[in-house]
């Protein structure tokens, strides 16, 4: 398979593996992902490489099936030596270079590995995520009386999937991502958000996929506390945004 030349910025090879650095994967978040998460900073004690930059190094590794889930079972830290098996199954992980599994994977269907294809793919599904916050997620926790804690927001992954109800054209362009549906359930300090949506190319519905995110450390809705927050979060993208003149280039 030919791999997608735009991600070879964002990791690295040594041994036979695959390492992302802090740096990479902290770039990977802000420019490709719109992703502002302080998780994904590359000062942050609890920096991991972001979810949706493994799940494209898996659709760069093994092309996109009909059908694809992912299963985030661990969190990954920057520099971590990755190890993607040869020639796996319909099921199979990710693991650590101590064989801890990081991300498990279930696919089965027609494979599409065209490199500009999987690229269009690739950015439509992650681009989706610099929607998250504020825009969806800030409406639900109002709805339900929470919030993340403003000074240590984690917000994670869970899983996500796609599916494909025709083969994918490499000639259709970037699809435009559509939110659906977003549902929110709170157990506790502890939430849970699905989102669905689907990626459209001009009046065709390209592919059908699901994010679901873990919401940590939730206490009650404060209107000014979240307003701060959104406030500050702009100030991280505009900051960005200036610094990295050609970050909203590579986005496109």
């Not at 994904?40 to 972001?50: A, E, I, L, W, Y």
């Not at 996500?160 to 083969?167: H, V």
């Amino acid at each position: 398979m030919t791999h997608c030349s735009f991600l070879e910025e964002f990791y690295r090879r040594q041994d036979g593996q695959l390492v992302v650095t802090p740096e990479q994967g902290s770039r990977f978040a802000k420019t490709l992902a719109g992703d502002f998460n302080p998780i994904h900073n590359v000062d942050s004690r609890r920096f991991c490489v972001p979810g949706d930059l493994l799940f494209a190094l898996v659709l760069d590794t093994y092309g996109a099936s009909a059908n694809m889930h992912f299963r985030f079972t661990g969190m990954v830290g920057g520099n971590v030596p990755l190890v993607f098996p040869e020639a796996p199954g319909g099921e199979f992980a990710i693991t650590d270079d101590s064989g801890k599994s990081v991300i498990e994977v279930e696919r089965s269907g027609a494979v599409v590995d065209d490199p500009v294809a999987i690229e269009s793919l690739i950015r439509s599904y992650v681009g989706f995520s610099g929607q998250n916050f504020p825009h969806v997620l800030v409406p639900l926790m109002e709805e339900h009386g929470v919030m993340v804690n403003p000074k240590r927001p984690l917000v994670m992954y869970e899983r996500m999937g796609f599916r494909l109800p025709e083969p994918l054209a490499a000639t259709a362009g970037v699809p435009e991502p559509r939110l659906k549906d977003a549902v929110m359930t709170v157990n506790g300090k502890r939430g849970e958000v699905r989102l669905d949506y689907e990626l459209v190319t001009g009046q065709a519905v390209v592919a059908e996929g699901s994010k679901h995110l873990v919401l940590s450390g939730l206490r009650p809705f404060d209107a000014a506390e979240v307003e701060r927050l959104v406030t500050e979060f702009e100030a991280w993208k505009a900051a960005y945004a200036a610094e990295n003149p050609a970050s909203a280039r590579a986005r496109g």
